[in-house]
């Protein structure tokens, strides 16, 4: 077999910065409208990752990883779109059976290196096209980056878009690279680095085969014998057409099956990002009420430094008011004690109305009443003095 090459490319309309585009995009991968340079007995595309509303499935993606649709700032790159494919004699080359077991291994080896070049995160949409010139396979990709920013430290790291990530500097080449190495198990190889050779938008090669058909036409015109050949070999293609149809069905129910899969796993990953999300919303509220919990806490702590700090100083009022009341009753006995020893009518009036007095004190410290919590606070010569000026007056 003749030297191959592994090609892909991305859009030569750039990245997608508008809906209306990502919606002209969707129509032409889903054929939601006749494509004149596409074959109408051909099967119809595959969808080998992704939904047929690619709208939908880009703003699902986006929500996923915390990006609004409707906050994307303006001329923002939402999506890119690459196409990998062969060149066409690879997917040609040898008998039928043999070149759709080679088809459908590049199949899966494109899939695979779409997967772990971008990421399965990155990607919205792979559909395979077989009803063209050549089989080949769109990829709609979102250039999501996780990144810090600096003006915002304490975000921590969130998703955003980036379109350098995609196709920033040597990017173009590295994936050219990647996916040379991918496809080189298959025989193919890569092109020239830096040959400025573009990708042929199939209109172009649809207008190349409609000349290339007119000359036939007229040389069949001109040569009956040509044009006898020519319907024998369009009987051998159809003979031919009628294996690679049946082929071609086998491989892409084989296709299916391994789409089906790739949904389950999809689907698992789904509901394990769903428990793993509703057991951090759990964690954070435990976190909340161990918070409120530690501020009650601490709450009681200050309430209870506050009654303690009261308390002392309630103490401190108790000794010093029982200190001042036993002063004033030692002085109240001793005054009252000389003036008992002075016969009642020699005393003068004033003396006699102090003694009252001093009797009348005597009767209010039997009254003195103190709390037994505050009693078993106070200092043993404080109790004592309580003791003395209540209990033996009593």
């Known amino acids: 077999m003749a030297e191959n090459f592994g090609i892909v490319t991305f859009s030569d309309q750039g990245p997608v910065k508008t809906w209306s585009r990502l919606a002209a995009i969707a129509s032409h991968n889903n054929r939601e409208k006749p494509e004149p340079h596409c074959d109408p007995r051909a099967p119809g595309p595959v969808r080998l990752w992704g939904g047929a509303d690619l709208i939908t499935e880009v703003k699902t993606r986006l929500r996923d990883h915390q990006i609004d649709p409707a906050g994307l700032r303006k001329n923002a790159a939402i999506a890119f779109e690459a196409i990998m494919t062969a060149s066409p004699k690879f997917f040609t080359y040898g008998a039928g ?3 759709q077991k080679r088809t459908g291994a590049w199949i899966a080896a494109a899939c695979s290196f779409a997967r772990d070049f971008w990421g399965g995160n990155r990607i919205v ?17 979102l250039p999501l980056v996780e990144k810090t920013y600096r003006r915002w430290p304490d975000r921590g790291k969130t998703w955003t878009l980036e379109a350098k990530s995609i196709s920033g500097p040597g990017m173009y080449q590295a994936v050219h690279d990647a996916y040379a190495k991918a496809m080189s198990p298959l025989g193919l190889v890569r092109g020239v680095s830096g040959s400025r050779a573009k990708y042929r938008p199939y209109a172009v090669e649809l207008a190349e085969l409609d000349a290339e058909k ?104 108790v000794k010093q008011s ?73």
């Not at 009252?356 to 039997?366: G, M």
Request: net charge positive.
């Open 97 to 99: 059976v043999e070149a």
């Open 125 to 141: 949409s792979m559909v395979l096209h077989v009803d063209e010139t050549t089989p080949h396979i769109h990829v709609v990709l």
């Open 214 to 317: 007119a000359r036939a036409v007229a040389a069949a015109d001109a040569a009956a014998t040509a044009q006898a050949l020519a319907s024998e070999q369009a009987a051998k293609d159809a003979e031919r057409n009628k294996v690679f149809l049946k082929e071609q069905a086998r491989l892409l129910e084989e296709v299916n099956a391994t789409r089906r899969a790739l949904l389950d796993a999809q689907a698992e990953v789904g509901r394990e990002r769903a428990k793993i999300r509703n057991k951090a919303l759990r964690l954070e509220a435990l976190k909340r009420q161990i918070e409120a919990d530690a501020a009650a806490v601490q709450e009681n702590r200050r309430a209870a430094a506050k009654d303690r700090h009261e308390a002392r100083m309630r103490l401190f009022d």
């Open 322 to 394: 029982i200190a001042e009341l036993a002063k004033a009753s030692d002085f109240a006995e001793a005054l009252g004690a000389a003036l008992l020893s002075v016969p009642h009518s020699e005393l003068p009036s004033g003396a006699r109305f102090l003694l009252r007095k001093l009797q009348d004190l005597n009767l209010a410290s039997v009254l003195v009443r103190v709390s037994a919590a505050d009693r078993e606070a106070l200092p043993l010569q404080t109790r004592r003095q309580l003791d003395r000026i209540t209990g033996q007056r009593r």
